[in-house]
């Protein structure tokens, strides 16, 4: 209904994984990885990032202050962190995701379903919705996933039976090639957001670059980069950083129609009596005056 009510126009959903599931079997749940990648592919205004779940230890990080506290009695460990502030706080509780546990191995199942059955690497971005899916220290390991179906089958075999009744990724036999992980982690995003000066291998470009020693253990090969150049810079070498440098976080300003101003504004004062001009967050109050940067962008 959420897409439909886009009308085509430009639409980005996040961790799309965490609503990829259906009602099917005695357990109530089961993917639905199969038909929203369906639904992806016939709506070509809508990107998606996936939210990748991986069997790993990890923490869940909100600021739904109830959801975390009720929460910890499943940590594992039995630890916990909750901040309720004056306005709202955060929590965050350690978890595991197992492979023995029929939810999670349904999780991860529908996760990949989604970025196998999209058709087109450029509508679907890269993300294990880091920390709450898992770190992003396992990045490499998606990757890997991704790119070999033997992988996959051995991983599947050790899933809970019932689970494989539950989800098609047994039947997948796609395998993104390094180009194709290539277009969702690089080209893809840079696309989305209309940079027009990243993303590309061409001159004039910025030159943020990994360059990897093919072999055939691929997770060892994208843990450990043969050379990574930040700015054109290089910082890392056979997997080691050889020089540090302070990033940016980087914002566009995209053009907008200046009529949504007004309900803006009436929105904040209506929700919550104050004008809108309060969120504003003053260059002064930042660490650093070189924080953030503008990227030009066609959007």
């Not at 809508?46 to 929460?71: A, E, H, R």
């Not at 880091?130 to 396992?138: D, I, R, V």
């Not at 055939?216 to 043969?226: C, I, P, T, Y």
Request: proline share 6%; charged share 20%; glycine share 8%.
């Amino acid at each position: 209904a959420t897409i439909d009510a886009a009308q085509g126009l430009p639409l980005h959903l996040a961790h799309v994984q965490f609503y990829a599931y259906g009602k099917e079997g005695k357990n109530g749940f089961s993917s639905a990885g199969a038909l929203f990648a369906e639904k992806i592919n016939a709506n070509k205004n809508v990107s998606v990032d996936v939210g990748q779940v991986m069997f790993s230890d990890t923490v869940t990080i909100s600021s739904d202050v109830l959801k975390q506290f009720n929460s910890l009695p499943g940590a594992i460990p039995k630890k916990g962190a909750i901040f309720d502030g004056d306005a709202n706080g955060g929590g965050i509780v350690p978890y595991v995701y197992k492979v023995s546990n029929y939810y999670n191995a349904i999780q991860w199942a529908a996760g990949l379903e989604l970025f196998l059955l999209i058709e087109n690497p450029e509508q679907v971005f890269f993300t294990t919705d880091h920390p709450n899916g898992g770190p992003f220290t396992t990045y490499p390991e998606l990757f890997a996933l991704l790119m070999s179906a033997d992988l996959r089958a051995q991983h599947l075999a050790r899933l809970p039976a019932e689970v494989l009744e539950h989800t098609t990724l047994p039947s997948i036999s796609r395998e993104y090639t390094l180009y194709e992980i290539a277009q969702m982690s690089r080209s893809g995003a840079a696309k989305l957001f209309g940079f027009v000066d990243r993303g590309r291998l061409s001159p004039g470009a910025v030159a943020d670059i990994a360059v990897y020693k093919p072999g055939r253990d691929v997770a060892g090969m994208f843990r450990r980069a043969a050379l990574v150049f930040k700015d054109g810079a290089l910082v890392v070498r056979d997997g080691q950083v050889s020089h540090y440098t302070r990033g940016k976080t980087l914002h566009i300003r995209p053009r907008y129609d200046g009529q949504i101003t007004k309900r803006l504004d009436s929105y904040y004062d209506e929700l919550y009596g104050l004008p809108r001009s309060i969120f504003d967050v003053p260059d002064a109050a930042l660490p650093h005056k070189d924080t953030f940067a503008e990227v030009p962008c066609r959007i």
